[in-house]
């Protein structure tokens, strides 16, 4: 039985590559992970055949054992591609999920064009849209101006501070998003708070010594 098994395997990858061969390709790629923690990048061919008609054939799932860095993700997906003997000039573009370790392996590593999944693109914005609507309505419930959330930049001078300020002015719709769609994950104690307080109140004198300093009088 697993001779027959292994000799379909072959037979199959035989033809697949022989149907690829001279083809100009677009990729698409993604990462996942086993109910056993076990991850694996998987990586799909498309092209229009001579009909016209949109083939798509998934090359390989291959378990990826080692840390899942770009030039990791990279050595992964080229050593799929040597399988099936596909030169990288015949690929013509790759889609990936927006993760930036994949980006990088397939922009940088192998120099080929990434375009962003539509699907996963869409879904990102639906939901930071649906984050900012459901923060702002609690704002207004409470009187407080609508404002957004500060991201934290460590090329942006005082941006951990001025991230810090903004959370604390707005705890109480922070809080009362969190609740409301229960993420308690992010829930913080009434300690953590105090905590934050006290990190911006040590904060404040860098941001004052920085306005100073870059002030031209």
């Not at 379909?8 to 035989?14: A, N, R, S, V």
């Not at 993604?30 to 008609?53: C, K, P, Q």
């Not at 997906?77 to 013509?92: M, P």
């Not at 769609?181 to 300690?191: E, P």
Request: glycine share 4%.
């Amino acid at each position: 039985m697993n001779s027959k098994i292994t000799k379909l395997y072959d037979t199959t990858k035989g033809g697949i590559r022989e149907m690829l061969h001279g083809e100009k390709l677009s990729l698409t790629t993604d990462g996942w992970s086993s109910l056993a923690t076990e991850s694996y990048v998987t990586v799909t061919a498309h092209f229009i055949d001579e009909d016209w008609e949109m083939r798509n054939v998934t090359l390989d799932t291959s378990e990826l054992q080692t840390a899942h860095t770009a030039a990791n993700v990279f050595t992964c997906i080229s050593n799929i591609l040597r399988e099936y003997h596909i030169e990288h000039e015949s690929v013509l573009a790759i889609t990936t999920d927006n993760v930036t370790n994949y980006v990088n392996a397939v922009e940088r590593h192998l120099g080929i064009t990434d375009i962003p999944c539509m699907a996963h693109t869409i879904n990102l914005a639906a939901r930071k849209g649906l984050a900012h609507y459901l923060l702002e309505a609690k704002q207004k419930l409470l009187g407080l101006k609508p404002v957004q959330l500060i991201n934290d930049c460590p090329t942006r001078w005082n941006s951990t501070y001025d991230m810090i300020c903004r959370a604390a002015d707005q705890q109480a719709p922070v809080a009362a998003v969190i609740i409301e769609k229960k993420l308690s994950r992010l829930k913080l104690s009434s300690v953590e708070w105090t905590l934050m307080e006290k990190v911006k109140d040590a904060l404040k004198p860098f941001k004052v010594a920085t306005q100073a300093l870059s002030t031209e009088n």
